[in-house]
């Protein structure tokens, strides 16, 4: 299996990036549904960027291990994948946070929004740079 260490920077850089303006431009709906970083004025330390970088990351990895290993060598194959893992995934917890934990409708709304962009952009850079 062989994973091309620039496309999974460059998805993690994608991911952060397009995290950070998603959930600044979602931030007053979120605070509406009591999102307690929602509420954080001011820019996020360090220590919550490199959260946010090694989670990414993480993702990075994993998903363009499976394409790898799977074979994907198309942006449909890996839109299908990404969208398969968000299902998988992103989606079941947050289902079960809804119902089990009283997580607002909208802001599980909001998360997920956030996990399908993720993955598709991972999975179409991961695929597009062999």
């Known amino acids: 299996m062989q994973l091309n260490a620039g496309a999974i920077f460059v998805a993690t850089v994608a991911v952060f990036l397009f995290s950070a ?3 600044t431009s979602l931030a007053s709906r979120a605070r ?3 999102a307690p970083w929602a509420e954080r004025a001011g820019r996020p330390g360090l220590t919550f960027v490199a959260i946010q970088l090694v989670r990414g990351l993480v993702v990075a990895v ?3 291990a499976l394409i790898s290993l799977i074979g994907i060598t198309d942006v449909m194959g890996a839109i299908e994948l990404a969208l398969a893992l968000w299902i998988a ?5 947050l289902v079960a946070s809804v119902t089990q934990e009283n997580v607002p409708q909208p802001l599980a709304a909001i998360h997920a929004g956030d996990w399908l962009a993720k993955l598709l952009i991972i999975a179409v850079i991961v695929s597009l740079w062999r």
């Open 89 to 93: 995934f992103p989606v079941v917890l």
């Open 32 to 34: 509406a549904y009591g």
């Open 21 to 23: 303006v998603y959930y």
């Open 62 to 64: 994993v998903v363009a």
